[in-house]
């Protein structure tokens, strides 16, 4: 069973059964999107389901700093669009260590121009935003480094916008900053703008949600192949409310109950997602699938009921994981359960999130016993031989994935100390009490 201490950490286990329903809160790549397109369009959007977690409340908490209108109402958050601009054109913004909310409120404010501040944690300072920074300044925005090159914080002024050149950006480091200038760049498309990849697009599902989330507010942009981008010409504002707008569940949170599920024989259903959503990470199931999981999927759910192979044991697998970067933290922690190693590749991104999670995965899986060997853009896992208990246990990097993804050791023999477990209010406050209802 669970006993709560302190804030300090969490011990949970060991458990032997993992069976229940539980509903996502909504998705953090969808809910910063929505929030600033909402801002952006002209009318009153109604966004239901929205997340509601430390990332997202900075998003909204700078919405509102700027001008905008962001109100609740009968449980929705509804947002007075500016019409293409925000209210106020001076602000200084605290941006957390939220990096969906940063890089599109970077873009956004640089195309439109104004005198702008943008800072966080000591975390976000450290978090790479250069290649962004350059694209905005090919067309002629005004963005200066406060202190470090290639990151935050920022200063933003009002630049000349130019738009009739091909627009570079690097799809290799993170995807967010070609999400961040397709969101920004239709504010000034006074012709057809092209938008071109350097070197190979992460996350294409990530891009996929952005296209998707825009064509719903009324901008359609060509995709050529993942490696240009045209956003058409307009005169106006370019987005439109599409009045009410539903969240999904959080796909990436949807991994720890589904991985449970197969680990903990299940079953485990998640109410959010389902077949048809447009989030990648929905792929993680598949993966699972891959090392044995019994996976079913309808409309908007998803459910596991343990493992089909002869030894009723998870195998390991070899995988790319360059579009689920998120969930594949999920599988490093899985591999903890499975008959032979666990290759995941494709995993560069890892390095620059809110921690190096290459890194802090390969350490806190070795203090349970596994064997793990890393390198720039993989790590492979290997199950403990012996299972162990670390006295000062496991380290969580105020990094809200890694204590989610740890919750899952606790259905080995011993149980596990999570330290600092509420670094999940960044995404998923309530993650530990849910993990409780389907942990027996």
Request: hydrophobic share 40%; with cysteine.
């Amino acid at each position: 069973m669970s006993q709560p201490h302190s804030n300090d950490f969490i011990e949970l286990g060991p458990f032997e059964r993992a069976h229940g329903q539980i509903t996502l809160p909504g998705s953090k790549s969808i809910s910063n999107r929505v929030l600033l397109l909402s801002a952006l369009a002209t009318g009153v959007t109604r966004l239901k389901g929205l997340l509601d977690a430390d990332d997202t409340r900075v998003m909204r908490s700078a919405l509102k700093t700027l001008g905008v209108g962001v109100d609740e109402a009968d449980g929705d958050c509804v947002v007075t669009g500016g019409s293409g601009k925000f209210p106020h054109s001076t602000a200084d913004l605290f941006m957390g260590n939220a990096g969906t909310a940063i890089r599109p409120l970077t873009a956004a404010l640089a195309i439109l121009g104004g005198q702008y501040r943008l800072h966080g944690v000591p975390r976000m300072h450290e978090r790479p935003i250069g290649d962004l920074v350059d694209g905005l300044r090919m067309v002629g925005a005004d963005v200066q480094y406060e202190q470090n090159e290639g990151y935050p914080p920022l200063k933003i002024g009002r630049g000349e916008i130019r738009t009739d050149a091909p627009i570079k950006v690097r799809g290799d480091v993170s995807s967010q900053f070609l999400t961040a200038l397709l969101m920004s760049l239709p504010l000034v498309a006074k012709n057809e703008i092209c938008i071109e990849v350097v070197g190979e697009l992460i996350s294409k599902p990530y891009i996929d949600i952005t296209l998707k989330l825009m064509s719903r507010f009324g901008v359609v942009v060509r995709n050529e192949a993942w490696q240009r981008f045209y956003i058409p010409a307009n005169l106006g504002n370019p987005y439109t409310s599409p009045g009410t707008l539903y969240v999904e569940g959080d796909a990436s949170s949807a991994s720890y109950f589904l991985a449970a599920g197969a680990i903990g024989q299940g079953p485990v259903r998640v109410m959010g997602v389902g077949a048809n959503s447009i989030q990648g990470d929905v792929a993680f199931a598949d993966a699972l699938k891959q090392m044995g999981a019994v996976v079913e999927a309808g409309e908007d759910w998803i459910e596991v009921r343990g493992v089909n192979t002869p030894n009723q044991k998870l195998r390991g697998i070899e995988l790319d994981c360059i579009a689920i970067p998120d969930a594949a933290m999920t599988l490093a922690v899985a591999a903890l359960f499975a008959e032979g190693s666990t290759k995941l590749t494709g995993i560069a991104s890892w390095r620059v999130k809110e921690t190096d999670r290459i890194a802090a995965m390969a350490k806190e899986l070795q203090k349970i016993g596994a064997e793990v060997i890393s390198g720039d853009d993989f790590i492979q896992v290997s199950p403990p031989v012996h299972w162990a208990t670390p006295a000062e246990g496991i380290d969580t990097y105020d990094d809200h994935r890694m204590a989610m993804c740890f919750s899952l050791a606790t259905f080995g023999p011993l149980k596990v100390r999570i330290n600092e477990p509420n670094c999940v209010a960044k995404t998923f406050p309530e993650y530990f009490k849910e993990f409780a209802l389907i942990t027996h």
